[in-house]
């Protein structure tokens, strides 16, 4: 049985380019400032509607984008308990929540 999680992870896309399609979790520079998207967006220009992009700052996503991409990927994995399984262990929503939360403690 598969299932689609979505996307768990931030990928970054370089420079905001005017209508270009862009998905939750994409980061991009604008200005000098680096935003990640917190749902699928186009032609909504970082930093002018914070319900798209949050700010972030380059190299690094700021604990507030950190925040916002945990319950992002929590959403995308709530229901994945009992499907991940690493030798005999089952892996819940909580252990990738922690996971992140530890990543962006090291940031």
């Known amino acids: 049985m598969s299932r689609k999680l979505g996307r768990v992870a931030p990928v970054y896309r370089g420079q905001y380019e005017e209508d270009t399609p862009y998905e939750a979790l994409d980061v991009v520079e604008l200005n000098g400032n680096s935003w990640v998207a917190l749902e699928s967006v186009e032609n ?17 996503v700021s604990p507030e984008a950190i925040a916002l991409i945990v319950g992002i990927v929590k959403e995308n994995v709530e229901d994945l308990a009992g499907f991940v399984k690493d030798d005999d262990y089952v892996h819940t929503s909580n252990d990738f929540t922690d996971e992140y939360k530890a990543i962006a403690e090291q940031m």
Do not use: L, M, R
Request: aromatic share 12%.
């Open 44 to 60: 909504v220009v970082p930093g002018t509607n914070d319900k798209y992009w949050a700010p972030s700052s380059i190299g690094h």
